[in-house]
């Protein structure tokens, strides 16, 4: 703090005109708060699958060259000219990356006060970033005893989880697939549903990771690389009713053989021979891009009763109303250390989460691997 104001570091992403990504860290004047905003020092941001997005696009990161200095890195990397009129609108500006984190408030307008000193979680943008100022209402308060490393994730991965089981109860489903399920995501996941008594199959791609939620008191984990694959998907799902999926792949026939698997399932559970397959509504969701490339599936075995889209958190929370929304806040900020606790690979300061190893290391988006950046270590 100066006699300008406040100051803090933040890590921006632009791409140009002329298909050009640069990441830095940059200096910027934080504005005094609002009647109604605070401003919040940062002590703990999550790296997200959906930050990774914002800080680089569509990029190639094997393309990236690694400038500046250790405290001021650049990277800069091609981004393949094809690729640039879908993102037109963000060309030439320059992005802050973030989308949640949690500090300590250390300013705040007259409205609000009574929160100076108090530990705040914030949801938004723009927090990988020494401060930040937001809008207080927007913001969850810690607990007494929940620290902001405890605190960061605790929007993305939770009210995402929390999301799943509204939307099935809104649809009409009674029972859930999820894939990814051996991610930080997915052990959320299946805590809510073993608290709550809802039937859930987890998708894995490994022996291990069934071995990890098997160890989390996980019912139904079915392993997407073993050979009887199909056979034991269709079994948990006679056996659970499961007819609402959310897929984190997206890309290849995973999404496809969910169906097929409820359209197998509902005609073992059937009255009866339908000509057009059962009539139950199955549905799966995409909500990730770990596979880039195209959704393939066969129409023959799915029936004609089914659904494929696409799910983002927030125009599912919008329907379900603020009251809601309040509600499943108040949830996560009671169960922080527990049903939400989030686990971290590494922790890395603002700048080292430029430097080229640490970029290969979170962009791997591998399951179980979780980076945690502290934004005010490191930059002295």
Known sequence: ???????????????????????????????????????????????????????????????????GTAARPVVRALVPAAALPAIAARLDASLPVGNEGAGTVVRA?????????????????????????????????????????????????????LGF?????????????????????GQMLNRICLAD???????VRSSQQAALLRGQGARHIVDSSASDFTAALTAVLVETGATLGFDAVGGGPLAGQILAAMEA??????????????????????????????????RGPIGFAWGLGGWL??????????????????????????????????DVSLAEALQPEIMRAYCRRATGEKFLILPQQGLG
């Open 1 to 67: 703090m100066d006699g300008n104001g406040l100051h803090g570091l933040e890590l921006r992403s632009s791409i140009s005109g002329e298909g050009v990504l640069e990441l830095s860290l940059q200096e910027a004047a934080v504005p005094e708060p609002a009647a109604d905003e605070i401003i919040v020092r940062v002590e703990a941001t999550p790296i997200n699958p959906s930050d990774i997005g914002v800080l680089l696009g569509p990029a190639a990161l094997d393309t990236a060259e690694f400038a």
């Open 109 to 161: 307008g007259a409205e609000v006060v009574h929160l100076l000193g108090q530990q705040v979680a914030v949801f938004g943008g723009a927090m990988w970033a020494q401060y930040r100022r937001a809008k207080a209402a927007d913001c969850l308060v810690l607990l007494a005893g929940t620290t902001p490393r405890e605190g960061a994730s605790w929007y993305v991965n939770p009210m995402t989880a």
């Open 165 to 185: 089981v509204q939307t099935m109860r809104q649809e009409g489903h009674t029972a859930l697939v999820h894939t990814a399920a051996a991610s930080n995501l």
């Open 197 to 203: 008594g809802i039937g859930l199959v987890n998708i």
């Open 265 to 298: 399932a509902a005609r073992q559970t059937a009255n009866g021979y339908n000509h057009y397959g059962s009539d139950r509504h199955k549905q799966v969701y995409l909500y990730g891009r770990l596979d880039t490339g195209p959704t393939t599936f066969e």
């Open 313 to 346: 958190l927030m125009p599912a929370l919008k329907k379900l109303g603020a009251a809601a929304e309040a509600r499943l806040r108040a949830r996560v900020a009671a169960e922080l250390k527990t049903t939400f606790a989030s686990h971290y690979t590494a």
